[in-house]
């Protein structure tokens, strides 16, 4: 996910955006403590994401 999309979505797509990718993550972290995954690079970028989303919801905020 782009920064600059990030930055265009209003707060509430932010809150939905977050909330799926957190599901996301949590499903996939499952699945790979189960089986490996084949990508496991996906974990980091929907970590990465989840902290670009945080981060510009606190640039927002103040």
Known sequence: ?????IRK???EDL???D???????SKLTF??????LEDTSRLLKIRRDIAR???IQKQTAS
């Open 1 to 5: 996910m782009n920064v600059e999309d």
């Open 9 to 11: 979505m209003s707060a």
């Open 15 to 17: 809150l939905k955006t």
């Open 19 to 25: 909330t799926d990718l957190r599901e996301e993550l």
């Open 31 to 36: 699945q790979h403590r189960i089986r490996p």
């Open 53 to 55: 989303i945080a981060t």
